[in-house]
């Protein structure tokens, strides 16, 4: 059986745009076509691209609709613009583009509902490792009790280098911007934006939840030391930059923090770049699905596996039948955690009614307790440009309840 050739345009031709474009030189048999590519600046020397390449995003949309659009380029605003006129245009879109979706989720899931095209973006999340999808179909007939995940492949190689080595921060940094693993503006990485950024897409597609920025409290990777490294490793455990889901009564709790993770935790041996995702069902139990979270070729599989599923007409449901669940509210909820600062400071940053549950730790300037997610968000940029470190030591929990443990340590 003969089959019609599927014809795309492309947007953006970098590390996974060229990723993609190889890959579907590589598989003629898979059907795919692309036809025209916009990218930025006119004076690049490109490697192979044979369609025509045109450096204004309007160049999409002309000579001719293609049977759809990709977008891998790494400016948000021109990227909302470029999905906004493919959805008008009834033009499905693929997108590897975490931060244009989370910011704009919303509004892109009104349209794409108004519009009835579909777009996919199983790329924007941990590259080839499946989660989107099999958190919206597959996992959707059972309740997910807590979702952990190493989202993040340039903070985690950055980690692994501070433990292996001994190193600081500044010189783990260095090292991984020396072998392509940070960027030389590494900010969207090292502050857990880009972490937080697929948050909110894991979020929307585990539990129907639309969050912001704001609905996360985020601690990036910056403030990390030795003592902290030498902390985890006398505690039996190592650091972990974790993205955490978890349903408290009917509010979802969501996080990027440092996190201590235990030996036996299946965020434990999760190395170098590597990217995780460890879920807990209530009927299917544990799972956990690791793999390549970023690179050209890793995330262009991701791609194609969306333009795959595109031809057979899949569309992410809706996730309605979920538990519904509200954003939590962040000071109801507390998060057991160690901070190490110079002494004193944290008295000075935090008010005497927002840091009751902290004591001083056994030695080191940390101090140990549970402090609402609330402080996080609101005291935290204070803090960490003070160099204050902050690891989470257990999971999020109801300050409500009562009868709490101090310290659970679940996660270690
Ligand atoms: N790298 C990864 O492993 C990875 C993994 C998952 C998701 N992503 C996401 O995929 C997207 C692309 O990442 P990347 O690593 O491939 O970035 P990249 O290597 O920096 O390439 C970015 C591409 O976007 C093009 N571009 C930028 N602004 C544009 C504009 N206004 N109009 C047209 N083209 C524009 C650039 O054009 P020029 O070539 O002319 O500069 C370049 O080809 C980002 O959203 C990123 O977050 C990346």
Redesign the pocket.
């Known amino acids: 059986m003969l089959m019609n050739t599927t014809t795309i345009h492309l ?7 060229q990723g993609l474009y190889d890959l579907i030189q590589r598989r003629p048999e898979a059907g795919f076509a692309i036809n025209r590519i ?4 006119p004076d ?1 020397i490109r490697r192979a691209a044979d369609a025509p390449l045109g450096f204004r ?1 309007e160049f999409l949309f002309e000579g001719g609709a293609p049977d759809v659009i990709v977008e ?4 948000a605003d ?2 909302y613009q470029m999905a906004i006129q493919a959805l008008e245009s009834g033009i499905p879109l693929v997108s ?5 979706l989370a910011l704009y989720l919303s509004d892109l899931l009104a349209l794409q509902q108004r519009t009835g095209t579909p777009l996919l973006y199983e ?2 999340v941990c ?1 080839a490792i499946p989660i989107l999808r099999t958190l919206s179909d597959h996992y959707s007939s059972d309740r997910i009790q807590r979702i952990e995940a190493i989202v993040n492949g340039t903070t985690n190689f950055i980690l692994t280098q501070q433990r292996q080595h001994n190193l600081s921060y500044v010189d783990a940094l260095g090292k991984a911007q020396e072998l392509g693993f940070a960027e030389s503006d590494p900010t969207n990485d090292v502050e857990g934006f880009d972490a937080a950024f697929k948050t909110i897409l894991l979020a929307w597609q585990a539990f129907g939840v639309i969050l912001s920025l704001d609905d996360i409290p985020r601690w990036g990777i910056t403030t990390l030391g030795t003592a902290d490294a030498a902390f985890a490793a006398q505690q039996g455990g190592r650091i972990r930059l974790v993205a955490t889901l978890l349903p408290v009564g009917e509010q979802l709790v969501s996080t990027v923090l440092p996190t201590l993770v235990g030996s036996m935790h299946p965020l434990y041996g999760v190395e170098l770049e590597g990217n995780a995702v460890a879920l807990e069902l209530e009927a299917a139990g544990k799972h956990v699905l690791s793999g390549p979270g ?2 050209a070729f890793p ?1 262009a599989s991701a791609l194609l596996a969306d333009l795959h599923r595109l031809r057979d007409g899949y569309r992410y449901p809706t996730p309605l039948g979920k538990t519904p669940l509200k954003k939590a509210v962040l000071n109801e909820i507390g998060l057991p955690v160690r901070l190490r600062a110079p002494e004193g400071l944290v008295e000075v940053l935090i008010p005497r009614r927002d840091r009751q549950g902290l004591t001083p730790a056994d030695e080191d300037s940390a101090l140990e307790g549970v402090l609402s997610l609330h402080s996080i968000l609101r005291f935290g940029q204070d803090l960490r440009k003070a160099g204050v470190s902050l690891l989470a030591l257990g999971a999020p929990q109801s300050l409500l309840a009562e009868e709490q443990p101090l310290l659970q340590h679940v996660s270690v």
């Open positions: 947007a953006g031709l970098g590390c996974v745009g916009a990218v930025k600046n690049k995003p891998a380029i790494d400016d021109t990227a590897a583009n975490k931060k244009m790329a924007a590259g970023a690179g995330t």
